[in-house]
């Protein structure tokens, strides 16, 4: 297959006949004022907020880019405890790679990709615990991020007794696009920690429709489409971008009815956005390493060099790119999706998130500046609100008609 533009490859390390829904579209999107937002606390601490998870006691722990990389906040905004360092002692962390969405047993734990295990964070005074995931089922090396390709962060989440882990027996050593079109397909498997037994609830690779089905190729690069699914209550739901809908199974892996999605949106883009959107991938690969920033003038000249190299129609261009970047549930069974924001570049969506409801029902919410959402209740968005200079403080935004 050809491509779009040429990348590294490292930098890729980063059924059942249902009915569905009808889409039914509301009018005009919701715009949520700042002026809503209540700020619960800071810590100075914070380097940046990858992910959170609220508790039943809706206490918050955040999960941290630099040590300490777990904080908690109560009620009260009050710091109640900061945990986790680096290292290979054996009560540190190798590699923190997310927070399990949903917890378990009223605690936060995280994914240690090195160590192959979740680890208790919301208990730092306690003794260590951890939950090694069964090797000979889900082997060390395979559970891995199948988002942004910048972000090793993997999704995890807890589905009643069970967590849902994805996890690919292949290897970056099978070629960039083989190893990246095997992120997208992972295996979905649900890993009782009481038991150890570990059971494939979703195939991806074999139950969604090809991906790739109707894309047209160019010159260099690779797809960068996200691997998107989320725990919907007592169910999980799984995007599916060649149907471009949502597919839903149960606790058992009987798939359900799914739910139709509005029309695509993307469908044509410039050469110049597509640039834009891939820049951060082609800044990595200038300076040598992931973080590493240009100069302004050398981030222009890049961009403009890369949108001159490119080959392709705007509509095959977009189909290189991410239609969503995010996707939430509430334990509702509310879905969110983000669609991406091609104004910000780097593969990232903006202000605005689709809540779509159990029947098909989506409405569009503008949220407000620089809040990222990261967790959503029935009756709030919970996430971090950034400053001016990017200090984040972890908030909530209360849900017209929620209890707030």
């Known amino acids: ?33 700042a002026s809503d937002v209540h700020i619960v606390g800071t810590s100075q601490a914070i380097g940046a907020v990858q992910d959170l998870e609220v508790l039943p006691d809706t206490s918050v722990w955040v999960f941290n880019s630099v040590s300490p990389f777990f904080i908690g906040f109560d009620t009260q905004g009050h710091v109640i405890g900061q945990y986790g ?75 009643g007794r069970e967590l849902i882990v994805p996890w690919t027996p292949a290897t970056p050593r099978s070629g960039v696009e083989a190893y990246r ?36 190729a160019t010159d260099g690069g ?37 739910v139709d999605l509005p029309p695509v949106q993307l469908t044509e883009v410039t050469p110049m956005e597509f640039a834009r959107a891939v820049f951060p991938l082609r800044q990595a690969e200038v300076t040598g390493a992931v973080g590493k920033r240009l100069t302004a003038e050398d ?13 392709g129609s705007p509509q095959q261009l977009a189909a290189y790119l991410p239609r969503y970047v995010d996707f939430r549930c509430s334990s509702d069974k509310t879905t969110w999706l983000q669609p991406i924001d ?10 605005r998130w689709l809540r779509i409801e159990a029947d098909g029902t989506v409405r569009a919410f503008d949220l407000p500046e620089r809040f990222d959402a990261m967790r959503f209740a029935p009756d709030r968005i919970w996430g ?15 849900l017209p008609g929620g209890k707030g």
């Open 1 to 33: 297959m050809r491509h779009a533009m040429a990348l590294t490859p490292v930098l890729a390390l980063g059924l059942v006949a249902c009915v569905s829904h009808d889409v039914r579209e509301d009018t005009g999107p919701v715009t949520l004022p």
């Open 181 to 216: 079109m095997a992120l997208l397909g992972a295996k979905l498997a649900a890993f009782d920690p009481r038991t150890d037994v570990v059971r494939t609830l979703v195939d991806l690779g074999t139950t969604l429709d090809d991906p790739t089905a109707g894309f047209e």
């Open 342 to 351: 091609l104004s910000i570049g780097a593969l990232e969506g903006g202000r």
């Open 384 to 398: 971090v609100q950034r400053d001016e200079l990017d200090v984040a403080s972890v908030a909530w935004i209360a």
């Open 299 to 311: 981030s222009v000249r890049v961009v403009h060099e890369l949108a001159s190299r490119l080959k």
């Open 85 to 159: 360092t680096r290292g290979g002692g054996p009560q540190e962390f190798r590699m923190p790679a997310g927070l399990l969405t949903g917890g378990f047993d009223g605690e936060a734990w995280a994914l240690d990709f090195a160590r192959h295990e979740f680890i208790r964070v919301s208990e730092p005074d306690s003794a260590w615990a951890e939950l090694p995931l069964p090797r000979a089922d889900i082997p060390p090396g395979g559970v891995r991020g199948g988002m942004n390709v910048m972000n090793n962060t993997v999704r995890t989440a807890r589905l």
């Open 222 to 258: 690779f797809p960068l489409w996200y691997r998107l699914w989320a725990v919907c209550g007592d169910e999980l739901r799984v995007y599916d971008r060649t149907r471009n809908q949502l597919r839903g199974f149960t606790g058992s892996g009987e798939e359900i009815a799914p």
